[in-house]
């Protein structure tokens, strides 16, 4: 049993930036299309953004195509997620896991918070 840890979050003001990383021990993320995934106070946890196995292939939701980057390093192990002119509605607790998300424990996730 692996598991995953989100980093890069904080706090900026609107029209900013951060890349997010998703590393993870004990298990080896190239063989999995990987996804971030956002958990806003009082939502349910929604979909943002993922990356097939090769880095060939990326998918986003609607709410974030054109401004965020989902991209991988495989030899580092790592996802991430570059999220430029950031908006006052990506407020969230990001996460990362398998897209779809299934079998895996979810992460303690990393808090973004953007000021209007």
């Known amino acids: 049993q692996g598991h995953l840890v989100e980093s890069g979050g904080g706090l900026v003001q609107a029209g900013g930036s951060l890349r997010l990383s998703c590393a993870a021990s004990?298990?080896?993320?190239?063989?999995?299309?990987m996804g971030w995934f956002r958990q806003a106070p009082g939502k349910e946890r929604e979909f943002v953004a993922a990356?097939?196995?090769?880095?060939?292939?990326?998918y986003y939701a609607d709410s974030v195509k054109g401004r965020f980057t989902i991209s991988r390093e495989n030899a580092k192990n790592t996802v991430y997620l570059q999220m430029n002119s950031l908006k006052p509605e990506d407020t969230a607790v990001y996460y990362c896991n398998k897209s779809p998300p299934a079998g895996w424990a979810w992460g303690q996730g990393t808090q973004v918070t953007v000021s209007s």
């Open positions: 990356i097939n196995w090769s880095g060939g292939s990326t």
């Open positions: 004990g298990r080896t993320l190239s063989d999995y299309t």
